[in-house]
DNA sequence: ACCTGAACACCGTTCAAGT
DNA sequence: ACCTGAACACCGTTCAAGT
């Protein structure tokens, strides 16, 4: 005789992003996102293969929705400058890395093999920026251009979650100074 | 009666690094690193605080050597131009990441509070870049040209490390690309 | 002064037994 | 078909007892 559902895998990466945002991934138990969801761990099983599985989960979900909000703001204003629009979505990057850190961290250092979330995920993800830098770049150097302006992004934003930056100064403004250069450099209307 | 002691913290830190790149970081536990010197894991509790701690010390240690190395091929070409000692510090930090990848990710994503690298031992290990940032950019700008070429270094081989370069593409090439443009916007003389 | 075994409170995971 | 308690093999850490 089957027993009513008493959870479902949507409402554990739920529970599993709540709790990491809260408590660290130390906090990420499946005891903990067992007593979240109001089941016993052992259950969790049922859904997910192992902690790494769900760990990828909420980074994949979490890459899902930062490739939605990346779409959005190139496509908000299509007719725009392509350095305005490669300067807006590095400043919606860092801002959705605030909104999330741990998540955001997750995604980009995955604690192990198997939580890494899909190479294709991350493609989708990288598509906005893709996309801007073949315009600025141009088709042939759009790849590289790309990959430089998002180590540049994921390093800066890195360093800053880490509590890299306590040399001083202004972090804001060498967040602003930083894509301001990269996006020149990258622009070949400037040669 | 004293004992003589079985084991030293240095003894200790070295085998935890090497535990630490050859089975990662969930392998350096306590009691393997109790293994390799010889010692109950308990014993390890009086020459390092906690596992956090014996991380942080493992993060000091290899940001020393880094500095080092990076000190090192500064000093090499003080003549040399500066966009050459940029490219060839990147090529330095690339180097050192790659012949200990797990340390070097631990530098730049501490697992904890507490395991993370003291900011002295991180000013130390960027005064090289510091410096040639100064060269490049001029003085007011030093801070935070240094800022976005250590944040597009770190950022480039943190994601080379996650495999996060499947979109195929030459990644040596990549790299390449990405400090020219770097150096080149950096360089005021170029304006 | 250092080292140890025993113990504590946790983990992730498996599995037979329940409904 | 899902859920559970019990169990297994691990953790990090503390501490009294040994030398």
Redesign the interface.
Known sequence: MPTPDRTSLDEIVRAGRDLLESE???GLSMQAVADRVGVRAPSLYKRVRSRDDLIRLISEATLAELAARLDAVASAEPQADPVDRLTQLAHAVRAFARSGPEAY?LM?????EGS?AS?ES??RS?AAILSVAAELAGPD?A???A??A???????I??EL????????DVD??YA??IA??A???DRRAG
Chains 1, 2 share one sequence.
């Open positions: 660290g991934l130390s961290r980009f250092s995955p604690p192990s890494a190479p991350i493609a990288a150097d790849l590289d251009a990959r430089t998002t180590a540049w992004t994921t390093g800066f890195g360093m880490a509590g890299g930056f306590r040399l001083g100064g403004q060498a100074y930083g250069r990269i020149a450099a990258l």
